[in-house]
């Protein structure tokens, strides 16, 4: 994950493009994709539910609330952006610099 384009600081929150992956086997980070986070997520793409998990997983990599996650674009499809709000901690697969 040597491309930090996926990523960038606006204030205290951090935005993320992510390519989201519904359906699997179990949350993860997947590497970098198309320059985007590319996760898997266990939700499946119905009803919000991809979009939930997505959301889940990064409040709990992030050590914050579900409520700290915002969906900013890409509700419907595979490429998103969100914004996590103040993090507590950065996960080990985030680059310490941009």
């Known amino acids: 994950m040597t491309t930090a384009n996926w990523y960038r600081w606006d204030?205290?929150?951090?935005l993320l493009d992510v390519l989201v992956s519904p359906r699997a086997s179990r949350n993860q980070v997947a590497g970098i994709?198309?320059?985007r986070l590319k996760l898997r997520v266990t939700g499946a793409p119905v009803?919000?539910?991809?979009?939930?998990?997505v959301a889940a997983y990064l409040?709990?990599?992030f050590g914050v609330s579900?409520?700290?996650?915002a969906l900013i674009s890409g509700s419907?499809?595979?490429k998103k952006r969100l914004a996590v709000n103040t993090?507590?901690?950065?996960?080990?697969?985030?680059p310490r610099t941009n």
């Open 87 to 94: 993090p507590r901690r950065l996960p080990t697969w985030l």
């Open 11 to 14: 204030g205290d929150s951090l």
């Open 76 to 78: 419907r499809g595979r």
């Open 47 to 53: 009803e919000g539910k991809a979009n939930a998990a």
């Open 59 to 61: 409040a709990k990599e």
């Open 33 to 35: 994709q198309d320059g």
């Open 66 to 69: 579900r409520s700290h996650v």
